[in-house]
Each structure stands twice: as structure tokens, then as C-alpha cells.
């Protein structure tokens, strides 16, 4: 070998596909996607979201066959939001066991049943008419153990409505032993909770309010979400422990791309499985670039599915899982 040049070459194991592959150690599964789905009440029509080209708030209807599709490509879980026709302070819609939520739920558990996981999210902020995601206080602050109240009757009647995981969003503190011990009250002890344990205060939630109607009609959500600048992984992994010491059996970490150190620390820290959710924003940036041809759409999904997967996520919410689940065949 001539001196000067390197004997150690790592490329050597890059050279074919087949090397490639041989040493591969991150694979995304189709079963580690769930597909968030909006119902709305209301429509004859599916109607779509602009900020979110390809995503489309259901009908019953075309929630069903949307679902149905989900499992034939094999995706892992399906996660349910509810758009009301009416909204009120209390977020009356939620625990309706007329309430679109649970109605949708019902037609998911006779079209799909036991062949997926069934959940929904657990907040208020679809449902209320100020958009919080909890009761106010006289002086407009989110009252934190009023919510943990409606929170638990939530659960029950999306437990009601068939759901095997509830996922509580909202951020309140205390909100997973709320939900659990009104769950097990209520004979739903079997029902698994997924908690959005280290939430952002998030811009790339931005699209999400469009889909699911749920913009703050006054401030903000920093109160209840946590600060991206606040106390780093240290806070996230204390909300992450508390939720497990309060009985989360799915941890879950929100927005994915910009948190990806957080999803690593989170996922060496818990013993159960760790979900990632690629919120709507992470979706509308690459569609809106890859419309303009900046980007090679296909390729960007699956870097991202894969960045999330090898920062330690087990579970990853997606708005492509469909497309995702059948290209991974
Ligand atoms: C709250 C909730 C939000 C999202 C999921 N659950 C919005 C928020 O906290 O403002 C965002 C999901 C996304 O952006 O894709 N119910």
C-alpha cells in the first residue's frame, strides 16, 4: 500500500446495496406507525386541510374506508381527533357518548375491531370553544385540577366507545393517575394509556389547529406545554417519570425532528415503549418543499422515519403512515 494512503476503510461496507443492507441496524416496521385521523361532525363530504395537503377531515364515512386502508398496508395503530359541530367552555362534546369521537370510534371498532390498535386523543382543545385544552378559571387561566375531572370522564366514555389507548395531551399535571383511576373505577382497567409525557410548546403545531379547528382563541399553550429552551432533557424526563409512576404505559415524546435528543435521552431512561409523534408541521414543510421540487419527497419521509426510529422511538405517529406502511412491504 502506498504510504500516505488510508488501510482503514470504512467505505468498504457501503460499496453495494447488498453491503448496505447486510449492516443495516435501523429499520422502520409498518406495525411502529399509527396514522392520526380526524372526524367531523357535521359533513356530508370529506373536507381537506391546506395546510396539510393529502391529510382530510373525515366523514364517518371516509374515516372507515381511511382506516380500512391503514390496516391493509399494514400500519400499527390508529389514532382518533374529534371536530365538533359545536364547541361550548367545558368541552361538552367530549364525553358525549353522542359526541363524534366516540360515534367514530364505535364505526372503528365494528369496521377494524381487534386487527389494529384503537386510540384517541384525550384533550379539550377540540372541543372547546376558547380552545384551551382545559376549564378557565374566572381570570382565563387553564384550571388545572378542574381539567383532571373532565379529563377522567373523558376516558371513560372514549373506553365506552371501545378505544384500547386513551392519550392524554393536555399537559395538566396529574393527569395520567386522573385518567387511570377513573378508568379502573369504571371497569376499563384493560384500557392501555399512551401519555404525550414531554410535550413542546410547539410552532410546528401550527397545521394540526387548521385540522382539528383548535387555535387558542386568546394566548398561548405555554403554560401547560413545555418550554423548548426550559430544562432540557432534566425536564423531560421528569414529566416522562412521573407519568410512569402514575401508571402511562406508552411514553410519548412531541414534536419528533426538532426533539430527537430528547427521544434518545428519553428512550435510554424508560422501560416501556416510547412513541415519537411527527406533528403536522414536520408534514407540511416537506410536502410544501417537495411541491416546489426542492426536495425528493419520498426519500425526505423516510430519512425522517428512519432519524426518528434510530434516536430510539419504538412507535412513530404519522401523517404518511399509510404510504409509508406500504412502501416499507
Ligand atoms: C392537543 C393536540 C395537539 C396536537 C396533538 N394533540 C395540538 C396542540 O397541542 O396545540 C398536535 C399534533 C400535530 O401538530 O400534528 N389536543
Known amino acids: 500500500m502506498a504510504a500516505g494512503f488510508p488501510a482503514v476503510r470504512p467505505r468498504r461496507l457501503r460499496r453495494t446495496a447488498a453491503l448496505r443492507r447486510l449492516v443495516a441496524q435501523t429499520s422502520v416496521r ?47 395503530g390508529l389514532i382518533l381527533f374529534g371536530v365538533p359541530a359545536v364547541k361550548d367552555a367545558r368541552g361538552s362534546a367530549a364525553d358525549d357518548p353522542a359526541g363524534i369521537v366516540q360515534l367514530a370510534l364505535g364505526d372503528l371498532v365494528a369496521e377494524v375491531g381487534d386487527e389494529t390498535v384503537l386510540m384517541a386523543d384525550l384533550c379539550m382543545d377540540e372541543y372547546t370553544d376558547h380552545g384551551h385544552c382545559g376549564m378557565l ?28 389507548v386513551v392519550a392524554p395531551s393536555g399537559m395538566m399535571d396529574g393527569q395520567v393517575a386522573a385518567i387511570r383511576s377513573a378508568l379502573d373505577a369504571a371497569g376499563f382497567g384493560e384500557v392501555a394509556i399512551c401519555a404525550y409525557s414531554a410535550k413542546y410548546a410547539s410552532a410546528f403545531y401550527g397545521p394540526f389547529r387548521d385540522a382539528a379547528e383548535c387555535a387558542p382563541q386568546f394566548g398561548d399553550r405555554a403554560s401547560y406545554q413545555q418550554d ?36 434518545s435521552r428519553v428512550a435510554a431512561a424508560v422501560p416501556v415503549p416510547l412513541a415519537a409523534y411527527q406533528v403536522s408541521g414536520e ?47
Open 30 to 76: 409498518p406495525a411502529d406507525l399509527v396514522l392520526p385521523l380526524f372526524a367531523k361532525e357535521g359533513i356530508s363530504e370529506p373536507q381537506p386541510v391546506a395546510s396539510m395537503p393529502g391529510v382530510l377531515q373525515h366523514t364517518r364515512d371516509s374515516l372507515r374506508k381511511a382506516a380500512v386502508e391503514a390496516v391493509s398496508a399494514g400500519v400499527g
Open 228 to 263: 423548548p429552551a426550559g430544562a432540557g432533557e432534566a425536564e423531560a424526563l421528569r414529566e416522562v417519570q412521573l407519568d410512569l409512576d402514575e401508571g402511562a404505559d406508552i411514553v410519548m415524546v412531541k414534536p419528533a425532528l426538532a426533539y430527537l435528543d430528547v427521544i
Open 283 to 329: 408534514y407540511a414543510m416537506v410536502e410544501a418543499a417537495a411541491a416546489n421540487g426542492w426536495l425528493d419527497r419520498d426519500r425526505v419521509i423516510m430519512e425522517t422515519l428512519t432519524a426518528i426510529r434510530r434516536a430510539g422511538a419504538s412507535i412513530i405517529l404519522t401523517y404518511w403512515a399509510t404510504e409509508a406502511a406500504r412502501r416499507l412491504h
Open 137 to 164: 378559571t374566572l381570570s382565563g387561566q387553564v384550571d388545572n385540577d378542574a381539567t383532571l375531572e373532565r379529563y377522567a370522564s373523558i376516558a371513560v366514555a372514549q373506553a365506552a366507545a371501545g378505544v384500547h
